[in-house]
């Protein structure tokens, strides 16, 4: 049973997911399928992963109900410049058939909109069209800047966590402020599933390196949404909650941060988004 955690807004959220950021048309019924079938409820697309509508499609087959279900989408930079988020929201929402999201985030904090973003976004709350709001992607002082304008908190701050990329003061900040932290990349696209330490860990816990790497995570109240379009690995993402990590080793995963990003800044962003 995969465990959930209690958002500042009182609603529920399922702390594992699945990313599917990449998952390709061909491949939406069968992941979707299969994590269902292994207990995932939350799903995280995102407008500029162009995978919207078949995702919304494979959910709608997937046999479960509506309200068990936790389904997350982005409002990108493009949106934030124009200004126009409702806009941006219904056109998510027709994509993917639906009546209302559980949670709709910014996706970057684009210099200059984000704030002005942040307020479109709370007054679409009123609409009922999204129940929760969070962000991606930010720093201590965009969170700061968005509680100097605005009494509504994210419930969520989705940003790369893994045991080579740990950020552990804004986690701290994060998780300090009521905001649940949700980590992208999970697994690192891969980038420690050899890694000798992950490696020692798994043989010693009978688990799998991308196991230990996101029950790490977990023990730690982080949020998890790996991808995977793979029926096998999907199963073996979700199957971390009959063990757990003595402290010493956490200890241990914790030291391993090597601030390794492997979601970069997107293009568009790269010269004016400043940390
Ligand atoms: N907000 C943001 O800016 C942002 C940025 C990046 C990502 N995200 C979100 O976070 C999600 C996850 O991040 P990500 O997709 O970048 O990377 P990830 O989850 O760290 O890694 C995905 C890669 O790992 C492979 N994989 C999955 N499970 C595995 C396992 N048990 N053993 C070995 N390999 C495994 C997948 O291949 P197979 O599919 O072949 O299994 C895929 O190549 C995205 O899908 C997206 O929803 C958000």
Redesign the pocket.
Same mark, same amino acid.
């Given at each position: 049973m995969i465990q959930t955690v209690t958002l500042n807004n009182g609603r529920t959220m399922p702390l594992l997911g699945l990313?599917?950021?990449?998952i390709e048309n061909h491949q939406a019924q069968h992941a979707v399928s299969a994590a269902v079938k292994a207990g995932y409820r939350l799903f995280?697309?995102a407008s500029v992963y162009k995978n919207e509508e078949i995702i919304g499609r494979a959910l709608s087959r997937c046999g479960i109900p509506r309200d068990r279900l936790f389904i997350t989408s982005?409002i990108w930079n493009t949106a934030q410049r124009l200004a126009d988020v409702e806009g941006a929201l219904d056109r998510s929402l027709e994509r993917l058939k639906l009546d209302y999201i559980d949670m709709y985030m910014i996706?970057?904090p684009v210099p200059g909109c984000y704030l002005n973003t942040w307020t479109a976004m709370a007054d679409l709350l009123e609409s009922h069209k999204v129940l929760s709001l969070g962000v991606? /992607?930010f720093s201590m002082q965009n969170l700061e800047e968005l509680s100097s304008i605005s009494g509504i908190v994210p419930v969520v701050n989705?940003i790369e966590v893994h045991p080579l990329c740990y950020p552990q003061k804004l986690i701290e900040y994060c998780q300090s402020r009521g905001i649940v932290v949700q980590a992208?990349?999970?697994?690192?696209?891969?980038a420690y599933?050899d890694h000798d330490v992950l490696c020692v860990l798994a043989t010693k816990y009978a688990k799998?390196p991308?196991q230990i790497g996101l029950r790490w995570a977990v023990q730690k109240g982080i949020s998890v949404?790996?991808?995977?379009?793979?029926p096998a690995?999907i199963v073996? /993402?979700a199957d971390l909650w009959n063990f757990s990590i003595e402290p010493e080793d956490m200890q241990i995963l914790d030291s391993l941060n090597a601030d390794l990003h492997?979601?970069g800044i997107p293009e568009d962003l790269i010269d004016i988004l400043h940390y």
């Open positions: 990313g599917v950021y990449k995280d697309t982005k996706h970057w991606c /992607n989705q992208y990349a999970p697994l690192a696209r891969g599933l799998t991308a949404i790996p991808k995977s379009a793979n690995r073996q /993402n492997t979601s």
